[in-house]
């Protein structure tokens, strides 16, 4: 396989086909993930996210990622098949409003239990109230070893699941602060920022978000930030990631995405992945 997917790509996208607004059923996205694995964007690809009821119905060795409330994750980890291999597990904790502590304390019982497994564990915390005291038990749990980081949801059916660039920044510079890893989920549909002709809502990009975590990492404040995630010109985007494809990611683990296809057509687009890749 080529080195066609430069260090900063790598691993960027989670598989969310089985996902809204994607929807596809298990069946079909299962040899479409496999066909991906086996593609030129296999370092860019990571597992297929799998809600944690479905498991069984998988028949084909595959990666997976485990999604659901902390409740059917452990039943799922009691009877995962034995074709499958676990990669990360991804549970959101509270619904907004709620308070994410016991959902938090819930979830870390869980990966106490299991934490022998090479498992990463992503707490979704909503971006609401109780969210810096979350942050603050997810880098507690860190402290202590064991394979926590933080997942914030970026959009959804609903303008109000869309953080502005200001919460965000706020939320991407506090992990930067707490030395705390976190992964993105929903709305992240093309690399700039740009307004869904169909529904209205405007979606961040995901090389606005790469390239506001690339200033985090650099020192930069959150209203800096806030300005490069509200950017909808391509231009300076491409040369802040540019300047530093062959540098690992700092902070952000990546994205999960209903289609694997966008970001690969954007990035390739914008010329950040080449055109022709040889296997």
């Known amino acids: 396989m080529s080195n066609a997917v430069p260090p900063l790509l790598a691993a960027l996208v989670d598989d969310a086909a089985v996902f809204p607004p994607g929807n596809m059923p298990l069946p079909d996205a299962v040899p479409a993930h496999l066909g991906h694995r086996d593609g030129p964007w296999a370092a860019m690809i990571g597992p297929l996210l799998v809600p944690a ?51 938090i304390d819930q979830l870390a019982g869980l990966l106490r239990k299991k934490g022998d497994e ?14 810096m005291r979350a942050l603050d038990q997810l880098a507690q749990l860190r402290a ?59 979606h961040h990009g995901f090389l606005n978000v790469l390239a506001a975590t690339l200033a985090a990492a650099g020192g930069a404040e959150p209203a800096d930030l806030a300005g490069i ?25 990546g994205f999960g995405s209903c289609s694997v296809d966008e970001p690969v057509t954007d990035l390739t687009n914008l010329g950040l992945l080449p055109r022709e890749v040889r296997a």
């Open 53 to 103: 009821d479905d498991l069984p119905e998988i028949a084909t060795a595959v990666d997976v990622g485990i999604v659901g409330p902390p409740g059917a994750v452990e039943h799922a980890l009691e009877t995962i098949p034995g074709h499958l291999t676990v990669r990360q597990i991804e549970s959101p904790v509270a619904k907004r409003g709620e308070d994410p502590a016991p959902g």
């Open 118 to 131: 090479p498992w990463s564990w992503y707490f979704e915390v909503p971006l609401a109230w109780g969210l």
């Open 229 to 253: 995630l509200a950017g909808t010109d391509a231009h300076p985007l491409t040369t802040t990631i540019r300047a530093a494809l062959d540098e690992p990611r700092p902070l952000w683990v």
């Open 144 to 202: 202590e070893g064991l394979p926590a980081a933080a997942k914030f949801r970026t959009g959804g059916l609903a303008a109000e699941l869309f953080p502005t660039p200001v919460e965000l920044a706020a939320v991407i510079c506090a992990c930067r602060d707490r030395e705390l890893p976190f992964k993105l989920t929903a709305g992240l549909h093309h690399a700039v920022r740009h307004t869904d002709p169909d529904t209205g809502l405007v």
